[in-house]
T-cell receptor, first 114, second 111 residues
Framework: DTGVSQNPRHKITKRGQNVTFRCDPI?????LYWYRQTLGQGPEFLTY????????KSRLLSDRFSAERPKGSFSTLEIQRTEQGDSAMYLC????????????FGQGTRLTVV | SQQGEEDPQALSIQEGENATMNCSYK?????LQWYRQNSGRGLVHLIL?????REKHSGRLRVTLDTSKKSSSLLITASRAADTASYFC???????????FGKGNQVVVIP
């Protein structure tokens, strides 16, 4: 296991289309996080899971966004009816459940909505 | 909303010099973490410092934390061209890695 893997690395889609991203965390990690990063800004928290349970969702996560982690392993983030404002880098991270442990980030999926 | 705010926002230094970045935050934290990001790539974890720690070292990196002032600093000593990147501080309020990031510091090390 070489780290957190995200697919695809890049996605270009037309406005109004649905897109889905996948994240494969480090296998021993039971926590998985999604962040969004726009140009020139730091990442913003979207949601996180502990095993298969979604524990928190940010207000940034509108009803067009849905995230799942069905078996407590990989996770998907779906955006329905994409808008140009959804263009960003979507980052996934994973960590152990223990407090004060580092999070490991994937390379991200860059979404461009045209 | 983003909690950490880094200062300065952009830094350009000569190779071999030291680079210092500061981060301020607003609420009590469980820990504070520093990350590096190369252009268009994912984030790499550098150091985690707990709220009851004041200083931590990792190789050429030194992080301090002053909870009374709600601030942290990252020092990179003897910088190298490969240190060119954006550096972010992130606060963790509850120790669960639900992180609030600052806007980041763009550091350019000139060979």
């Amino acid at each position: 296991d070489t780290g957190v893997s995200q697919n695809p690395r890049h996605k270009i889609t037309k406005r109004g289309q649905n897109v889905t991203f996948r994240c494969d965390p480090i296998s021993e990690h039971n926590r998985l996080y999604w962040y969004r990063q726009t140009l020139g800004q730091g990442p913003e928290f979207l949601t996180y899971f502990q095993n298969e349970a979604q524990l928190e969702k940010s207000r940034l996560l509108s009803d067009r966004f849905s995230a799942e982690r069905p078996k407590g392993s990989f996770s998907t983030l779906e955006i329905q009816r994409t808008e140009q404002g959804d263009s960003a880098m979507y980052l996934c991270a994973s960590s152990f459940r223990d407090s004060n442990t580092e999070a490991f980030f994937g390379q991200g999926t860059r979404l461009t909505v045209v | 909303s983003q909690q950490g705010e880094e200062d300065p926002q952009a830094l350009s230094i000569q190779e071999g010099e030291n680079a210092t970045m500061n981060c301020s935050y607003k609420t009590s934290i469980n820990n504070l973490q520093w990350y590096r990001q190369n252009s268009g790539r994912g984030l790499v974890h550098l150091i985690l410092i707990r709220s009851n720690e004041r200083e931590k070292h990792s190789g050429r990196l030194r992080v301090t934390l002053d909870t009374s002032k709600k601030s942290s600093s990252l020092l990179i000593t003897a910088s190298r061209a490969a240190d060119t990147a954006s550096y972010f501080c992130a606060t963790d309020l509850y120790g669960n890695n639900r992180l609030a990031f600052g806007k980041g510091n763009q550091v350019v090390v000139i060979p």
